[in-house]
């Protein structure tokens, strides 16, 4: 099974970790793949990406002639794939070595669709004591609560995600607009539109298995309260427009709600009790924070859609 691994980049600031992520998928053991490098309107970058690549035939390089965005980057690639797969990963991110394996394993394995894997955190700056597994979705990371083990789950982050190839072409790809539908930056969720389009077409999700991992890179922005704070709005706002847009998509997000209430917080608040420590309290209290303001920005976004 051959597999089109697609990377878009855009930035010279970028290039040390986009090479690193380059590399990851070049030095993967599954034998058959090839990487397509989509560089979104950066003549700079694409130069750059041209001399350390261009000679490589398990690369494909090509420049958009203006910026359009990710998602429209990400299918640009996807059209340049001869894969029977199509995988997507982000220039922030490292794969691990088997990456690519476990995937192909669960195409062969479950007649999937679509398959993708756990991101775990590369915390650059150090990893901060409050913030809560529970939250961890907001910096591109896998939290707890996720899924209990490998089997089908709505949609995985966009950097650990995969498609038959020919489905994702059938689905029309990525839906552009979002993030600029009605001219709404604030807008996002891409891969939930996705995969909720795939759910309706072929009445089948994502399949997740945790051993397929990417390591995310968890700069010192994504780590400052104020930063998470603002995050965790407009994902609640996002939230609420997904669930406008697209009324399936909202089962997952009412199912972990239901665990952080009555299971997660509880659990933590006894812990402390009994076990107490400064950080086991800064947890709690950014747990009861972020799960405000992503319900501030759900109501926000009431107002709006």
Not at 37 to 62: C, F, K, M, S, W
């Amino acid at each position: 099974m051959r597999v089109s691994v697609v990377l878009c980049t855009y930035s010279l600031d970028l290039y040390d970790a986009f090479e690193e992520a380059a590399e990851s998928i070049l030095a993967q053991t599954h034998p058959n793949h090839e990487l397509i490098i989509v560089v979104d309107g950066t003549p700079e970058v694409y130069e750059r990406v041209l001399e350390d690549y261009g000679a490589r035939d398990d690369v494909r390089i090509h420049l958009n002639s203006e910026n359009r965005g990710l998602l429209a980057s990400r299918n640009t690639g996807a059209e340049l794939a001869d894969g029977d797969v199509v995988a997507f990963i982000d220039d922030d991110a490292v794969a691990d070595p088997d990456w690519l394996a476990e995937l192909v394993s669960v195409y062969e394995d479950h007649d999937a669709l679509a398959a993708g894997g756990r991101m775990t955190p590369e915390w650059v700056a150090g990893k901060p004591t409050f913030l809560p597994a529970e939250f961890y979705w907001l910096i591109g990371v896998t939290h707890r609560g996720f899924a209990d083990g490998p089997g089908e789950v709505r949609n995985t982050f966009g950097s650990n995600l995969s498609f038959k190839r020919d489905v994702f072409s059938e689905l029309g790809g990525f839906d552009t607009a979002i993030g600029g539908r009605k001219g709404d930056k604030n807008l996002q969720g891409g891969e939930t539109e996705l995969c909720a389009r795939l759910r309706q077409r072929y009445d089948s999700g994502v399949y997740y298995t945790p051993d397929a991992r990417v390591a995310h890179k968890v700069f010192a922005y994504r780590t400052d309260p104020e930063w998470l704070v603002r995050r965790a709005f407009w994902q609640g706002y996002s939230k609420r427009a997904m669930e406008v847009l697209v009324p399936e998509s909202s089962g997952e997000e009412s199912d972990f709600l239901g665990k952080l209430l009555t299971e997660f917080a509880p659990e933590r608040a006894k812990r402390l009790v009994f076990h107490p420590s400064l950080s086991g309290l800064l947890q709690l209290v950014m747990l009861v924070v972020l799960t405000g303001t992503v319900g501030l920005g759900y109501v926000y976004g009431m107002t709006k859609w």
